[in-house]
């Protein structure tokens, strides 16, 4: 069995947080009839997000149909296909292809 090197959190790591807030200031101008004026406001702070780094270079582009209820296409979506880092699947599943699963 090798061995396995984790990392959790890099040492300048500094919790995510949100922000909410709102004011509102509402008139009445006659018996009918009122006026309301709102501001709603939100803001993420040092917020997290994920790099996949096995994921490889783009490949060929690869078209989708976008069809109606009815089955008639009526666009198309293009994307590049994205090839997995083989070598390291492949190392991957060599290292844990003895190890029971169980294991942990």
Do not use: C
Not at 15 to 26: F, L, R, V
Not at 29 to 56: C, E, F, M, P, Q
């Amino acid at each position: 069995m090798g061995s396995v090197n984790l990392n959790i959190a890099s040492q300048d790591f500094r919790s995510p947080y949100t922000q909410q807030g709102d004011i509102a200031i509402e008139r009445q101008l006659g018996k009918d009839l009122a006026v309301t004026v709102s501001y709603i406001w939100s803001r993420g702070l040092h917020l997290t997000s994920v790099n996949d780094i096995n994921i490889g270079a783009p490949g060929p582009v690869v078209n989708y149909r976008i069809n109606d209820t009815s089955g008639t296409q009526v666009g198309t979506y293009s994307t590049p296909f994205m090839f997995a880092r083989t070598a390291w699947i492949s190392a991957m599943r060599e290292s844990t292809s003895s190890m029971p699963i169980d294991s942990w």
